[in-house]
């Protein structure tokens, strides 16, 4: 990889573990800082590597944005159970990629203004660039090609709640294709689907699937918060996904409804706000939707007494994810409708 200047200098991140070490260690990847807070500082993201001679390489990675909590909290979870011997191969797992998101609890970091801090619009990222791009960096020139499969654990954060789902992409390869579907199906969540980025170029996501390697991507809930059932569904999919990939040994639990499937073939899946108000969803997640369907009101707040405008679905299919807060500014996506369809790929 090379710029217009010529080669990308060596990460400034550096790792307190070995990653060719057998065993179970857990530590911190190193990003020097300096700022008024602390002159000779350092970024500390934890990260746990679980290894046992040779086999596939696992990563796992929860925290891209710091406040979504299902994956967060099911990945420290399983950094403390997950022993050498259950393994076959290496896991790696970082709870939080977004560390400084996620301690302030917050979709983007404190120590990048805006959207500069959002970590997954920064990829590839840059060893020379503000702190979240040579996050990125990091992760795409060294811990992607040390792996073979990678699981990135989102799910809606504080402004959104989703269904929960594993996705996976429409790729040029085929075979890469099939296998990221079939990760994406056996993760065992209530649904899977063919997801339609609004906007892949920076993406964590797209890092990985360009390297060639198995890529497998979640929401899992929302609203900044974790419940017991989010939680499970988390916990029991990642256990299937080291299963199906060969990592750990043991049988792949499907949830006990049969699993739906959904397709987002374009954009038109978003719809999003033309207005400023009120928001008002007429349907909870998961519900069916016909088009021409009301799906959601919004009402001006700066007086009553005033009809409010009416969004209508422009295609049939699901709610799959909703805007959370009930505050509703102009683009902000209020609702995404994937299709229901018969099987995927």
Known sequence: MSNSTGPLRPSP??????????????GFLKLPVSNDESAWGAVMIPVTVVKNGEGP???????????????ITALHKLSSRLRAEDVTGRVIIVP??????????????????????????SF????????????????TRVMVPMSDVVLDLHSGGRTLDIIPFAASHVLDDAEQQR??????????????????????AALFDTAVERQGKIFVATELGGGGTSTPQSLAITERGIDNFLIHYGLVEGEVEMPAEPQAYLDMPDASCYVQSEHTGL?????????????????????????????????????DGVLAARRFPSSVNMGD?????????????
């Open 96 to 121: 939080m990629m977004n560390t400084p998101a996620c301690m302030v609890g917050r979709r983007t970091s404190p120590m990048d203004a805006g959207n500069a801090g959002n970590l997954n619009r």
């Open 124 to 139: 590839p990222g840059d060893p020379d660039g503000n702190v979240t791009e040579k996050i990125a960096d990091y992760f």
């Open 13 to 26: 991140i550096s790792a307190t573990v070995d990653f060719e070490a057998d065993g179970v260690q857990h």
């Open 333 to 345: 996506t209020i609702a995404v409708i994937a299709e229901v369809v018969e099987s995927l790929g």
């Open 57 to 71: 390489t696992a990563l796992l990675t929860g925290g891209n944005h710091g406040d979504e909590y299902e994956g």
């Open 179 to 200: 296998s990221a579907l079939e990760g994406a199906k056996a993760f065992g969540a209530p649904y899977a689907i063919m997801m339609f980025e609004l906007d892949a």
């Open 279 to 315: 928001l008002e969803l007429t349907l909870a997640l998961g519900d069916t939707v016909t088009q021409g369907d009301v799906i959601a009101r919004v009402y001006d707040m700066t007086r009553s007494g005033v009809a409010p405008v009416e969004y209508r679905a422009q295609r």
